[in-house]
């Protein structure tokens, strides 16, 4: 008999469902992935709309995973779906709920895990959390964190999502939402963050923030040579910093070395809470490689107290990008099953 | 059979020794304390200097350790010591040494745990950590933080300490050294922290801090009226600053209200990471009451992303400030019992 856990990962824009094993090896994935609800379904936040999309979600969800378990057992015959496991926007990990997630059109705080385990009631484990906290998990289940008891997760995307592990586990804080670091301050008074507040980590450090400094750093120089003075700011990304970054471009360049700066500052702090082990990166901008990790690691170490010096070890993550989500879905199921 | 533990604190200039029965009663308490080895014994760094004084200190502490339980012992002959616990500068739980402390005498790495596990043989709990982790434990064993599962700890004296309960037990870290909130950066490129480094929250959110906060306000406004511009710097404490608040003096307020904004500011960032039920503040400044309490929860919270507010209480330690060293390295022994 193999075992199997569902991950389920609910995006702003698509919902993601597969099949994962034990090793982490993905054995089905849906694809095209399910349409998230969208926030103008529901544009003045009525909760008679808010519960009429829910249960049109969770109809879809569960008639997906039954698809999902049926494709699988196809293959295999001899599979046992331990559980489900589910990464949410503002997913709380006690109580199963996504509370006031601010880009999806739910109103209020919803019994979601609730809601999927009364579709599947002998399924022992079905829980959710965050998508950053997902895949800490995803790293100390499957990825480079195997063994590890203490480190952080940092998820660098539109946002800039962290999850720590200590003493093995997750820290879920007293009301199940711990692991925000993107909101912690770098900058006091610096730039606006997307929760409205200012100078906060993951206005800067993150794909968004990246795009900022570009801009920020053409018209501090009226830099007019860099080849990213001819793209729009809409259509900047990540990607296109590195290819003029290994193209020589000198702002390109500066963009990485500001993100670093600041990044390892930011995680010095981190360090000086948790004294973790290693510090994982994991989205676009960790494919630079060396632009990004080489300044982290000099800012960290910089702004580290002596005592915990040349100790933290600053990784790209190991889960594959591609089904990270779902993968780190999946691995609160094995977490569960570790734990009872 | 009553069960006791010894409690030690390694200050830099004194040592206290007390002995702790398990509701945190102190039913020994040396006095006057031993005197700590002095940094200015050993002004070289000697090594052989440093192992002499370390051998001078340990022959001490036994000897005062003997003469604890002995004094114990003659009012209640049915006692069991269980434990000692240590609290000292730069100590490393998981070794039980004292790395590289700053303040202190000693060379390198000592191995203080196991020199005085050495002299009392028949423990089996001999455990060391450093002072803020140690308070932390007394909290969760004896006071406030008895029940809670998640909750920080924060002194306030010379520096800013910090100790971090995850799960219901201490963080340590990789390393051993978890829990350096104070020298996280609250102010980029701002004072000099004891350490070096700049900015720190120590250097604002202490009782030094908050002396410092004092002067830069005297200067900023050229003020001549407070009665705090008639005390010589080195004679400044928080103590006449709340004297003064108290008598109206409005400059005085406002190093409160200072103070307050940054520790605030700096706690909001810790809940980011851990989402504690509480913080609780200890020391000298948290006499003062709502002078630090107000200002502090007021930015804490508008520092906070609306999911984490009004939710974080901060209380006052409930350890007795007399005695809460000893009570704090004490705990460590009941804590060591819990787990084996």
Not at 245 to 273: Q, S
């Given at each position: 008999?193999?075992q199997?856990?569902l991950?389920?990962?609910?995006?702003g824009?698509?919902?993601?469902?597969?099949?994962v094993?034990?090793?982490g090896?993905?054995l089905?994935?849906?694809?095209p992935?399910?349409?998230?609800?969208?926030?103008?379904?529901?544009?003045?936040?009525s909760?008679?709309?808010?519960?009429?999309?829910m249960?049109?979600?969770?109809?879809?969800?569960?008639?997906?995973?039954k698809?999902?378990?049926?494709?699988?057992?196809?293959?295999?015959?001899?599979?046992?779906?331990v559980g489900?496991?589910?990464g949410a926007p503002n997913?709380n990990?006690?109580?199963?709920?996504?509370?006031?997630a601010?880009?999806?059109?739910?109103?209020?705080?919803?019994?979601?895990?609730?809601?999927?385990?009364?579709?599947?009631?002998?399924?022992?484990?079905?829980?959710l959390?965050?998508?950053?906290?997902?895949?800490?998990?995803?790293?100390?289940?499957?990825?480079?964190?195997k063994?590890m008891?203490?480190?952080?997760m940092?998820?660098?995307?539109?946002?800039?999502?962290?999850?720590?592990?200590?003493?093995?586990?997750l820290?879920?804080?007293?009301?199940?939402?711990?692991?925000?670091?993107g909101?912690?301050?770098i900058?006091p008074?610096?730039?606006?963050?997307?929760?409205?507040?200012?100078?906060?980590?993951?206005?800067?450090c993150s794909a968004?923030g990246?795009?900022?400094?570009v801009?920020?750093?053409?018209?501090?120089?009226?830099?007019?040579?860099?080849?990213?003075?001819?793209?729009?700011?809409?259509?900047?990304?990540?990607?296109?910093?590195?290819?003029?970054?290994?193209?020589g471009?000198?702002?390109?360049?500066?963009?990485?070395?500001?993100?670093?700066?600041l990044?390892?500052?930011?995680?010095?702090?981190?360090?000086?809470h948790?004294?973790p082990?290693?510090?994982?990166?994991?989205?676009g901008?960790v494919?630079a490689?060396?632009?990004?990790?080489?300044p982290?690691?000099?800012?960290?170490?910089?702004?580290?107290?002596?005592?915990?010096r040349?100790?933290v070890?600053?990784?790209?993550?190991?889960?594959?990008?591609?089904?990270?989500?779902?993968?780190?879905?999946?691995?609160?199921?094995?977490k569960?099953?570790?734990k009872?």
């Amino acid at each position: 008999m193999k075992q199997v856990a569902l991950g389920i990962d609910i995006g702003g824009t698509n919902t993601a469902i597969g099949v994962v094993d034990r090793d982490g090896n993905v054995l089905y994935e849906k694809k095209p992935q399910l349409t998230t609800p969208q926030k103008k379904e529901n544009p003045q936040g009525s909760e008679v709309k808010s519960e009429e999309l829910m249960a049109a979600f969770i109809k879809d969800i569960t008639s997906e995973i039954k698809s999902a378990i049926d494709t699988v057992m196809q293959i295999n015959p001899d599979i046992e779906v331990v559980g489900i496991g589910i990464g949410a926007p503002n997913g709380n990990y006690y109580t199963g709920t996504i509370e006031y997630a601010p880009n999806l059109p739910f109103v209020g705080v919803i019994n979601f895990a609730q809601r999927i385990q009364a579709e599947f009631p002998n399924l022992k484990h079905v829980k959710l959390t965050n998508d950053a906290n997902a895949a800490a998990l995803g790293e100390l289940v499957y990825g480079g964190g195997k063994g590890m008891k203490n480190f952080v997760m940092i998820t660098l995307g539109t946002g800039l999502g962290s999850g720590i592990i200590v003493n093995g586990d997750l820290v879920y804080g007293a009301d199940g939402f711990a692991g925000e670091v993107g909101h912690t301050i770098i900058e006091p008074g610096g730039r606006v963050c997307g929760c409205g507040a200012l100078g906060h980590l993951e206005a800067y450090c993150s794909a968004t923030g990246m795009k900022r400094t570009v801009y920020e750093l053409l018209a501090k120089y009226n830099n007019t040579e860099s080849v990213l003075a001819e793209v729009p700011y809409n259509e900047m990304t990540s990607k296109i910093v590195f290819d003029a970054a290994e193209a020589g471009d000198a702002l390109a360049k500066e963009v990485f070395e500001v993100t670093g700066e600041l990044l390892g500052r930011g995680l010095a702090d981190t360090v000086h809470h948790l004294s973790p082990e290693a510090i994982f990166l994991f989205g676009g901008p960790v494919a630079a490689g060396e632009y990004i990790f080489k300044p982290t690691k000099e800012s960290m170490e910089r702004h580290l107290l002596p005592i915990f010096r040349n100790k933290v070890k600053i990784l790209p993550s190991e889960l594959k990008a591609g089904s990270a989500a779902i993968i780190g879905a999946s691995a609160l199921v094995w977490k569960e099953l570790e734990k009872n």
